[in-house]
């Protein structure tokens, strides 16, 4: 179906439908989104059910348990779905393409959570999908991601946004009886159990043992039984979420547009500090898209005077990497500039931010492909150089806190031998006074 529908629209297979049609002139936007429904209709006439839904629907029901989609479709082939299929069961909110952006901006997820009047956003949901749309819209939302698997997307089970994987949709209710934990998180456990007895480090300025590292390591047990379930459902292209906990890493603000240059006196700034020669990578995943009456402008940069980057009229997911040029902290700085003279009450770009430093810059997806790895192999490379880099920061800051020893140590013999000097200056003027005194009173016959 996506290959007919980049046919039509005359697009490569690395370009995102949606974003496409979003890109070209209003005027042509109509034609290209009804070319897309076409062929949604048709493909609508053949579709089937995954397995097990008619049993997790049963139980969700008896559960209490309630449902919502959201879909990059538009509604006509959601509604099928639902009249043929699963007739009866009730979904509340449905989020099609109408809401934009659309996934894999997390948007729509948010949105379903808001009129859940759910306070920690979608941290409190399961995402059940089948593409890499939606374990990334899962995973930015903050929930727990569970994979649909199949042949196509089978390659998806050790990404880094997947936290389980079932291959039938009534698989889910064991899940939701008897929790789970996640794939990535039992990796890292087993990597850091693995790890504990070789990197324990005695010297004379700090001793620690591994668990130093444990930060790195959460290992999240879902137990989505045990607390009051909400659930979104994926069906045929649908995304299905259910509440669960799921602990979220990105740093998400709002940041208000101001025209000319009142913007800059409301720059926004992140502060992080990083090592000399150290890989950063600051992902920046920014709603709205350009052309929207605003534009959101980048400054990466350290406290020393290195530029890093200033990106311009900045929308989605955008990703930066650059090597640090001193021992020094790095602010990333955003500026959102109101281009548009249509009055909209308080326009503000929503921003999700993500540094990562060192051994979390690296892309152990790649490192795993590439030379073949286990999951498990992968989460002891990615552990022994966070823990090879805790070392070399404490090798750091004891380098520091030797030279600054010896700086005091320095200040101290200078103070001491600038006292004895003051003081013996002070015992000579003072000789020399009592000399010359005398000396006067004998010239004048005083004495």
């Known amino acids: 179906m996506f290959g007919e529908m980049r046919s039509a629209l005359a697009i490569p297979k690395d370009v995102d439908i949606l974003d496409h049609v979003y890109s070209l002139p209003a005027s042509e936007q109509d034609e290209a989104q009804e070319k897309i429904r076409d062929i949604e209709r048709t493909a609508m006439k053949t579709q089937k059910p995954q397995a097990g839904l008619t049993d997790l629907m049963d139980y969700l029901d008896r559960r209490g348990i309630r449902k919502g989609i959201c879909t990059r479709n538009f509604d006509m082939p959601v509604k099928h779905l639902i009249d043929t299929f699963i007739q009866g069961h009730m979904f509340e909110p449905i989020i099609t393409r109408e809401l934009r952006p659309p996934k894999p901006d997390p948007a729509g997820i948010l949105h379903i959570a808001e009129q859940w009047s759910l306070d920690d956003g979608g941290k409190s949901l399961i995402m059940v999908g089948d593409s890499i749309d939606d374990m990334t819209a899962g995973y930015r939302a903050g929930a727990a991601t569970v994979l649909l698997v199949n042949e196509v997307n089978a390659h998806l089970a050790s990404h880094e946004h997947t936290d389980l994987c079932i291959e039938r949709l009534d698989d889910l209710i064991k899940v939701l009886e008897e929790g789970f934990v996640s794939q990535i998180a039992q990796a890292r456990a087993q990597a850091e159990e693995a790890l504990k007895p070789r990197y324990e480090v005695d010297n004379s300025v700090s001793s620690f043992k591994h668990e130093t590292a444990s930060r790195f390591l959460p290992a999240t047990l879902l137990k989505p039984a045990q607390v009051e379930m909400k659930i979104l459902l994926r069906l045929a292209g649908c995304l299905l979420l259910i509440a669960s906990l799921h602990v979220a890493s990105a740093l998400k603000f709002d940041i208000q ?191």
């Open 257 to 447: 547009a101001h025209p000319g240059h009142e913007a800059a006196k409301h720059e926004r700034c992140i502060r992080n500090f990083v090592a000399k020669d150290q890989l950063v990578v600051v992902t920046a995943t920014i709603s709205g898209y350009r052309g929207d009456g605003q534009t959101l402008n980048l400054h990466i940069k350290d406290a020393v005077g290195n530029d890093y980057g200033r990106p311009r009229d900045v929308a989605g997911e955008n990703r930066y990497a650059f090597t640090s040029h001193a021992d020094s902290a790095f602010d990333v700085c955003f500026e959102n500039l109101l281009t548009s003279q249509t009055h909209v009450m308080n326009p503000s770009r929503h921003v999700e931010l993500d540094i990562d430093i060192g051994a979390d810059a690296k892309d152990w997806n790649a490192v795993q492909a590439g030379e073949k790895l286990k999951p498990v192999e992968t989460e002891l490379r990615r552990i022994e150089e966070v823990v090879a880099e805790v070392v070399a920061e404490m090798d750091y800051l004891r380098g520091r806190e030797q030279k600054l020893r010896d700086t005091n140590e320095s200040t101290n013999e200078r103070v001491k031998w600038f006292a004895f000097g003051t003081m013996g200056m002070l015992v000579g003027l003072g000789a020399w006074q009592v000399v010359y005194l005398r000396a006067y009173f004998r010239s004048k016959h005083l004495i």
